[in-house]
Nanobody
């Protein structure tokens, strides 16, 4: 079955950096676009970044553009989200997502907290 396992979250000071990872299994990873979403308390889930399956075309939410970079390693079945210049408003639970055979799959999330 499809599994997505996020890691790399934590507590970081404003201006700091984090690199999130999502290890995927149970499907042919290189055939699918991958997404990072986030959800802050009391807010709707927000699409943060997307990377296409092999060409590596990336798109970003305006709120993170220029500060975040999504990448993937198809040999390792892993997608990454490098986050720089973090702000308190980036505090959220970050989820990895893939739409496989028309079904949305989610990881359990990794918490990112930006605070001094």
């Amino acid at each position: 079955q499809v599994q997505l396992v996020e890691s790399g979250g934590g507590l970081v000071q404003p201006g700091g950096s984090l690199r999130l990872s999502c290890a995927a299994s149970g499907f042919t990873f290189s055939n699918y676009a991958m997404n990072w979403y986030r959800q802050a308390p009391g807010k709707e889930r927000e699409l943060v970044a997307t990377i296409t399956r092999s060409s590596g075309v990336t798109t970003y939410a305006d709120s993170v553009k220029g500060r975040c970079s999504i990448s993937r390693d198809n040999a390792k079945n892993t997608v990454y989200l490098q986050m720089n210049s973090l702000k308190p408003e980036d505090t959220a639970l970050y989820y990895c997502n893939a739409r496989v055979l028309r079904i949305q799959h989610w990881g359990q999330g990794t918490q990112v907290t930006v605070s001094s």
